[in-house]
């Protein structure tokens, strides 16, 4: 999950990934951001063989991008 609201931005995001790892699928759900991050969230779907999560999410902060590992939990 991550804390990018805009659609411009997430189409920023997933060209970069895209480019650094073209040999995975990348994907934005854009979430309700009422609530502060991480319950506001927006969701980036990786589909791929092989994924270094670790790097994508090190590639993402760099950018200024909060992200993390979806877990399951409710958010009131």
Same mark, same amino acid.
């Given at each position: 999950?991550? *804390? ?8 920023? @995001?997933?060209?970069?990934?895209? *480019?650094?790892?073209?040999? $995975?699928?990348? *994907?934005? *759900? $854009?979430? !309700? ?10 969701? $980036? ?6 994924? !270094?999560?670790?790097? %994508?999410?090190?590639? $993402?902060?760099?950018?200024? %991008?909060e992200c ?5 939990? @409710?958010?009131?």
């Amino acid at each position: 999950m991550t *804390n990018v609201k805009s659609e411009i931005l997430s189409t920023e @995001i997933l060209q970069f990934l895209e *480019n650094g790892y073209p040999q $995975l699928k990348f *994907n934005f *759900n $854009l979430e !309700d951001f009422n609530k502060p991050y991480p319950c506001g969230h927006s969701i $980036l779907r990786i589909e791929g063989k092989t994924i !270094d999560t670790y790097s %994508i999410i090190q590639q $993402l902060k760099s950018k200024g %991008i909060e992200c993390e590992l979806l877990a399951d939990k @409710i958010c009131r």
